[in-house]
């Protein structure tokens, strides 16, 4: 099983919508979350941390996360073709010091 | 501020070569971690290093192996390339071994083994 699960897509959403993307992780005592957006041919750029249970908000995006269900989703409102790109869920544990696991990416796609 | 700059962009090398990239961290970071991307794959852990030594080690073998500098600045070697070393080299930087803070990458070093 892996460590960090994530449904690779693509996940297509027409402009405007909400693109919902989740990821599920295997260590319980996983402390950090993060969402990284990943432009083809580029390298990852962080969107997102989230440490706590519950919402956190930043503009057009929200990231939830739920410890006991071992689930952090990322959410994208008003959806534009410029989001359109492959979002990586990374994860760090107590104990890892700076080490980040990585989900292998959903790939979204914002149609016009 | 300069965030974290790698050198070369972009690097072809045949197979049983040796190769160097090369990561500078972000003004006042001090410790730096390697991944390697393979092609529609997720960034997987390479090492990390801090006060010039490995702190940390993923799951490669010791064809990978590093160097940090006193200016914390960081060379990733692998010798004996396979074509499965074909990937995108990701280094990023934080300040200590242990920080909370969420990282940042370079733009990488594409390395390309035919």
């Known amino acids: 099983q892996k460590e960090v699960e994530q449904n690779s897509g693509p996940l297509s959403v027409p402009e405007g919508a909400i693109a919902s993307l989740n990821c599920t992780y295997s260590d319980r005592v996983s402390q950090s979350f993060f969402w990284y957006r990943q432009y083809s041919g580029k390298s990852p750029e962080l969107i997102m941390s989230?440490?706590?249970?519950g919402d956190k908000e930043d503009g057009r995006f929200t990231a939830q996360l739920n410890k006991a269900s071992q689930y952090v989703s990322l959410l994208i409102r008003d959806s534009q073709p410029s989001d359109s790109a492959t979002y990586l869920c990374?994860?760090?544990?107590?104990?890892?010091?700076?080490?980040?696991?990585f989900g292998g990416g959903t790939r979204l796609m914002v149609k016009p | 501020d300069a965030g974290v700059t790698q050198s070369p962009t972009h690097l072809i090398k045949t197979r049983g070569q040796q190769v160097t990239l090369r990561c500078s961290p972000k003004?006042?970071?001090?410790?730096v971690s390697w991944y390697q991307q393979a092609l529609g794959q997720g960034p997987q852990f390479i090492f990390q290093y801090y006060e010039e030594e490995e702190r940390q080690r993923g799951n490669f073998p010791d064809r990978f192996s590093g160097h940090q500098f006193p200016n914390y600045s960081s060379e990733l070697n692998v010798n004996a390339l396979l074509l499965g070393d074909s990937a995108l080299y990701l280094c990023?930087?934080?300040?200590?071994?242990?920080?909370?803070?969420?990282?940042?990458f370079g733009d990488g070093t594409r390395l390309s083994i035919l």
């Open positions: 990023a930087s934080s300040d200590g071994p242990h920080s909370n803070q969420p990282q940042h």
């Open positions: 989230i440490y706590s249970n």
């Open positions: 990374a994860v760090k544990g107590p104990n890892a010091g700076n080490m980040l696991t």
């Open positions: 003004s006042g970071h001090d410790t």
